[in-house]
């Protein structure tokens, strides 16, 4: 059975640092994707990266991946306040299924 | 605004009753997915339907049943509700049914007392 794990699950952190969230997965997959959920909100697709080495960068943030390891970063860049928010991996199970870390909830402080 | 459109967003209901969530996916999209989010379980994948078709079943309960009508709308029928069962349902859709991107709705929150 695929698991997802991400750490930190929780996250509190200033502006203008960097940091770097970690997924890890158990078994091997074809894609893997990250997501943004504010509170009490939907949730909506920041990354999805298909093979090893992948890295896709969208302002501050930055993701890659390593499917040798089995990780996934996403990586933060002079943080804002308007990151704050809960972010998810996901790792893809056979051709349909998401299988999804617990989350990690991120606070930036002024 | 993903385009994937989710009703009731909010719903309260007893312990025993039987409700139904609606999803209509985005334009052109084929396949819709069901997941549930609490608390205690995180976020699960229930079921996925292609074109009408159950394609995936995930960690679906057997009082939970879902279906995909001919316009592609999709509905999850939750009967005989505990409260455990008070989450977060998310419908997604993507294009095909192979997850190559999926578009999550807003999700409607059931509460069961």
């Known amino acids: 059975e695929l698991k997802v794990e991400q750490n930190p699950l929780f996250l509190s952190m200033q502006e203008g640092k960097n940091y770097t969230i970690y997924c890890n997965y158990s078994?091997?997959?074809?894609?893997l994707y990250w997501y943004r959920q504010d509170p009490g909100k939907s949730l909506e697709s920041l990354f999805v990266?298909?093979?090893?080495?992948a890295v896709k960068q969208e302002g501050r943030l930055m993701a890659s991946l390593d499917t040798k390891a089995r990780l996934s970063t996403l990586h933060i860049t002079a943080a804002v306040h308007d990151l704050s928010a809960t972010y998810f991996c996901?790792?893809?199970?056979?051709?349909?299924?998401?299988?999804f870390g617990q989350g990690t909830r991120l606070t930036i402080n002024p | 605004d993903s385009g994937v459109t989710q009703t009731p967003k909010h719903l309260i209901t007893a312990t025993g009753q039987r409700v139904t969530l609606r999803c209509s996916p985005r334009?052109?999209?084929?396949?819709v997915y069901w997941y549930q989010q609490s608390l205690d379980q995180g976020l699960q994948f229930l079921i996925q339907?292609?074109?009408?078709?159950?394609?995936a079943k995930g960690n679906i309960l057997e009082r939970f049943s879902a279906q995909q009508f001919p316009d592609l709308h999709s509905e999850l029928n939750l009967s005989s509700l505990e409260l455990g069962d008070s989450a977060l349902y998310f419908c997604?859709?993507?294009?095909?049914?192979?997850?190559?991107?999926?578009?999550f709705g807003p999700g409607t929150r059931l509460t069961v007392t």
């Open positions: 078994t091997t997959s074809d894609r």
């Open positions: 996901a790792v893809l199970q056979g051709a349909q299924k998401l299988v």
């Open positions: 997604a859709s993507s294009v095909d049914g192979y997850s190559y991107e999926q578009y």
């Open positions: 334009s052109g999209d084929l396949s």
């Open positions: 339907y292609y074109n009408g078709e159950e394609r």
């Open positions: 990266l298909l093979s090893n080495g």
